[in-house]
T-cell receptor
Framework: GQQLNQSPQSMFIQEGEDVSMNCTSS?????WLWYKQDPGEGPVLLIA?????ELTSNGRLTAQFGITRKDSFLNISASIPSDVGIYFC??????????????FGKGTKLSVIP | EAGVVQSPRYKIIEKKQPVAFWCNPI?????LYWYRQNLGQGPELLIR????????DSQLPKDRFSAERLKGVDSTLKIQPAELGDSAVYLC?????????????FGAGTRLSVL
């Protein structure tokens, strides 16, 4: 099946620093999604990308859908303590007739040092 | 508007016992998903429903897992009997289910511990 390689696995940064994480796949996707998961909660959608090459921002978050449709990155600018959590990339493949497959990466655990 | 609601939030059972999880999707969402998330991993799909029909259950261990979505709204996921390796977070998600743009929204999950 499809697999996503998400990196880095974890990172420790100082408050105020910028963060970058990415996802690559051997398969193409129709949609790339970035979710954040806090402890004891389900994943919450941050950004959705629908077109190859698309660059989308949501506040301090910026994400891009790679031109090859096989990769995506997420940047967080000026990190704050509440950015702590696990960030998951997910690739969605629409295979027609209402059939969608969502494949998740293993996550990037972000720790922010005040 | 309420999000995806799951219960219970936590469940601790002994191995070989049965367990059931309940999910109420976002109102109007036709598609419902059950995922399992092991520690340090991303969610992995167990089963997907379009209304009351299970359209993708290829990853559901059918010897011990079962699911139903009567009337195409709420859903239950059951494990009988539970094994130690079933300890995980079980997530429910729902999506509108129409068109090429189909974002999934997740519940808070049920954390299962099998002793």
């Amino acid at each position: 099946g499809q697999q996503l390689n998400q990196s880095p696995q974890s990172m420790f940064i100082q408050e105020g620093e910028d963060v970058s994480m990415n996802c690559t796949s051997s398969s193409i996707f129709n949609t790339w999604l970035w979710y954040k998961q806090d402890p004891g909660e389900g994943p919450v959608l941050l950004i959705a990308l629908y077109k190859a090459g698309e660059l989308t921002s949501n506040g301090r978050l910026t994400a891009q859908f790679g031109i090859t449709r096989k990769d995506s990155f997420l940047n967080i600018s000026a990190s704050i303590p509440s950015d702590v959590g696990i960030y998951f990339c997910a690739g969605q493949l629409y295979s027609g007739a209402g059939s969608y497959q969502l494949t998740f990466g293993k996550g990037t655990k972000l720790s922010v040092i005040p | 508007e309420a999000g995806v609601v799951q219960s219970p939030r936590y469940k601790i059972i002994e191995k070989k016992q049965p367990v059931a999880f309940w999910c109420n999707p976002i109102s109007g969402h036709n598609t419902l998903y059950w995922y399992r998330q092991n520690l340090g991993q991303g969610p992995e799909l167990l089963i997907r429903y379009e209304n009351e029909e299970a359209v993708d259950d290829s990853q559901l261990p059918k010897d011990r897992f079962s699911a139903e979505r009567l009337k195409g709204v709420d859903s239950t996921l059951k494990i009988q009997p539970a094994e130690l390796g079933d300890s995980a977070v079980y997530l429910c998600a729902s999506s509108p289910g129409t068109g090429a743009i189909n974002i999934q929204y997740f519940g808070a999950g049920t954390r299962l511990s099998v002793l």
